[in-house]
T-cell receptor, first 116, second 115 residues
């Protein structure tokens, strides 16, 4: 079984400040990990994914995440927040090494608020 | 290339009715999966289809069923609708075989309201 815990249902940062969204996972097999962003009334857009290559993963819009096996974490960061980053962010895990049939298990999401 | 398109965008149904939601996969993608996203929650995996066969299912009752067609488009059918079925239903497609992790492309979803 696999699970994802996102710490903090809401995170508020000032424009230009560091963004840190936390994600911890549980998986019985080496995981594949994903971060998705969802804007209001829209579907999910893939920000980045970890697939057992480099532990520091760079994604779109200046986001990156670091896989830390010892901490079972995959936190999402961005050095400088922009107003357009305000959205809902979801961490997800696929426990099957080849992904697919078990689908993605998502966390409950973190709502990122950017203050001017 | 076109992305994943879902129809309708919004739907209102009465408890006990049946509903069909539709999804067109991204070009070149032969695997389709469906997710239910309740308000304020993360998406939950319903099932996945690969080459017209269901090859994975989450913790959803049999009244949730699906189809995948030769052109890789898909339908989600829900029978005997309950109030708790009100949610955003997301379709996602991916390329390659049934266990590809190269990426899931999500549609914008269908907002289902059961009254």
């Amino acid at each position: 079984a696999q699970s994802v815990t996102q710490l903090g249902s809401h995170v508020s940062v000032s424009e230009g400040a560091l963004v840190l969204l936390r994600c911890n996972y549980s998986s019985s097999v080496p995981p594949y990990l994903f971060w998705y962003v969802q804007y209001p009334n829209q579907g999910l857009q893939l920000l980045l994914k970890y697939t057992s290559a480099a532990t520091l993963v760079k994604g779109i819009n200046g986001f990156e995440a670091e896989f830390k096996k010892s901490e079972t974490s995959f936190h999402l960061t961005k050095p400088s927040a922009h107003m357009s980053d305000a959205a809902e962010y979801f961490c997800a895990v696929s426990g099957d090494r080849r992904g697919g049939a078990d689908g993605l298990t998502f966390g409950k999401g973190t709502h990122l608020i950017i203050q001017p | 290339e076109t992305g994943v398109t879902q129809s309708p965008t919004h739907l209102i149904k009465t408890r006990g009715q049946q509903v069909t939601l539709r999804c067109s996969s991204q070009s070149g993608h032969n695997t389709v999966s469906w997710y239910q996203q309740a308000l304020g929650q993360g998406p939950q995996f319903i099932f996945q289809y690969y080459r017209e066969e269901e090859n994975g299912r989450g913790n959803f009752p049999p009244r949730f069923s699906g189809l995948q067609f030769p052109n890789y488009s898909s339908e989600l059918n829900v029978n005997a609708l309950e109030l708790d079925d009100s949610a955003l239903y997301l379709c996602a497609s991916s390329p390659g075989d049934s266990k590809s992790i190269r990426g899931y492309t999500f549609g914008s979803g269908t907002r289902l309201t059961v009254v």
